[in-house]
Each structure stands twice: as C-alpha cells, then as structure tokens.
C-alpha cells in the first residue's frame, strides 16, 4: 500500500501587471471588425455606426483580459 503526501499552495489570480482589458467586435455578416480598444462603449458605437451603413445587425464581441496567477505568500 502506498501513501500518498498531498501538499496545498494558495494560487491568487489577478490582472496581469501593465497590461488593460480590450474589448473589439466583429461583424457576423461580413469581415468587418473594429481595432482592439479599452473603451467598450466607443466600440459599441463602431458597431452601430456599422449597422447605420450596412444594415448588418449582429456582432461578436470580445472582452479580452490577460491574467497571472501567483503563490499567495
Ligand atoms: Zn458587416
């Protein structure tokens, strides 16, 4: 029989240092998207304006966050 030692090291995950949330979007119809931005709504308003000219209707849209996660010591 073989014993098993198990050993718990306390993790904390945050933001990654130096680095910012983006948020981009791009258009489900057509090979539109918009540039990377830290300004979520400016990038909702690219959508619309898009909508305005096109009449393109749905997006994706991605909330990008690098995080690092260290030994909470
Ligand atoms: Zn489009």
Redesign the pocket.
């Known amino acids: 029989m073989t014993r098993a030692v198990l050993r718990y090291v306390e993790h904390r995950i945050t933001q990654h240092p130096g680095t910012d949330v983006t948020f981009e979007a791009e258009?489900l119809?057509?090979d539109?998207k918009t540039k990377p931005s830290q300004d979520g709504a400016a990038v909702d308003l690219e959508c619309m304006r898009?909508t305005g000219r096109?009449g393109?209707q749905s997006f994706r849209r991605v909330c990008t966050s690098l995080a690092l996660v260290a030994r909470a010591e």
Request: aromatic letters at 14%; glycine letters at 0%; one cysteine or more.
């Open positions: 258009c119809n057509c539109w898009h096109t393109h």
